[in-house]
């Protein structure tokens, strides 16, 4: 399969053999295995080496009726950061294609998403369907050594726009991965629980435990478990944070044995930003559960927040298998209820050994009705 040989085997062998001089570099690669999310190139509109023409791609994703995040999901529901990844890989590809590569004058280099914004549409089941991602460059710029690119995608299946947004990424040196300063400068910002006495005394250390399990009659209504669990340790106060609406913090120690690091990516592994932000997203979850905000409803399960509030990212830094601990923190906006579905909205910042990293503005969860 050219796609796998694109994850993990010589490039040449998936977009040619003018590429076959890159077969032994450390390249851009799409994730593999579990985590490839893309079952075929449609096509491509761009000439390689031309940066200022139009370029687009067109790519297929299969989504198997059994898939595994399906099946160790709490509901049979794609993950957001699998949204993500179905979202951000095209572009990634269409960047190979265009042969940025030689735009990179070192021989080493790492390719990585630096911002984006994006917005459910439409919430669809998606079991057994086709998801086809448009994306298109927008911006390519060359800079000291570095080259950032900025495309433009949406996610159809069965006719509708399901996901649509911008990132952004780069092309780094090795040296420039190293020295990375975060989101903050280099300046120490530790999360608010550990720098505000009055919040860490109104917090409380939760068990996880009573929320891994479901309540008679109610099957959807816990965490998931598996390869979609990213959190060891929580604590939360019901009132406080920024926003005054609610604060939770987690934590969970890194294990360099973590089950994505093989596949994202093949001689680079480092943990999917899109999996810190389902991190987050968990942590919401078990504020949701915490404070039992699906109490109005039948059979509550945890979904996604469709409607005209995109997300926003922004990441300064990796987490890979050298490193300790991930910490997040997320100050509850607000609780919205309606009669049908409860939504929980908050903004969120992500540390890796005390460098925070990861920002996230308007990241959403809804509690809704489960349909049998």
């Known amino acids: 399969d050219q796609l796998d040989a694109f994850g993990t085997g010589q490039i040449s062998k998936c977009l040619g053999p003018a590429f076959a001089r890159y077969d032994e570099r450390r390249i851009l690669r799409i994730p593999n295995g579990d985590l490839k999310m893309m079952s075929r190139v449609r096509s491509i509109t761009g000439t390689r080496g031309n940066f200022s023409a ?55 280099y790492f390719f990585r998403n630096l911002d984006g914004s994006a ?3 439409e919430r669809v089941d998606l079991r057994g369907q086709t998801i ?19 495309f433009a995608f949406e996610l159809v299946c069965a006719g509708k726009t399901v996901y649509a947004g911008e990132s952004t990424f780069g092309y780094f040196a090795a ?72 604060y939770i913090y987690a934590s969970r120690a890194v294990n360099p044995r973590d089950w994505f690091y093989p596949f994202h990516f093949y001689q680079d592994p480092v943990m999917p930003g899109s999996l810190g932000v389902e991190a987050i997203l968990e942590a919401m979850q078990v504020y949701a559960l915490a404070n039992d905000l699906g109490r109005g409803l039948l059979s509550p399960r945890f979904g996604m927040v469709a409607g005209a509030t995109p997300m926003l990212w922004r990441y300064r830094g990796q987490i890979t298998q050298q490193h300790k601990l991930m910490e997040l923190e997320v100050d509850i906006q607000r609780v919205e209820r309606e009669a049908d579905q409860v939504t ?18 308007n990241a959403a969860v809804a509690i809704l009705e489960a349909k049998e």
């Open 175 to 246: 040296q420039t991965m190293l020295n990375q300063v975060g989101l903050d400068g280099g300046q120490t910002v530790l999360p608010t629980i550990k720098t505000n006495r009055s919040l860490s005394e109104a917090a409380h250390r939760l068990d996880l435990g009573p929320y891994q399990n479901a309540p008679a009659g109610r099957p959807y209504e816990r965490l998931a478990a598996g390869r979609l669990h990213f959190i060891d340790e929580v604590s939360m106060a019901r009132k406080g944070g920024r926003f005054g609406q609610g």
């Open 119 to 121: 917005q459910v549409l």
């Open 54 to 108: 139009p370029s687009s791609i067109v790519v297929d994703y299969d989504v198997p009726a059994d898939a595994w995040y399906l099946q160790e999901g709490v509901y049979p529901d794609m993950p957001y950061s699998l949204y993500m990844e179905i979202a951000l890989q095209p572009c990634g590809f269409l960047s190979a294609y265009l042969d940025t590569y030689a735009l990179v004058p070192y021989e080493a």
């Open 344 to 361: 929980i909205r908050g903004d969120a910042s992500l540390w890796v050994d005390s460098l925070r990293i990861y920002e996230v503005k």
């Open 132 to 150: 086809t991602t448009h994306a298109r460059m927008i911006t390519s710029v060359v800079s000291s050594g570095t080259v950032i690119q900025k």
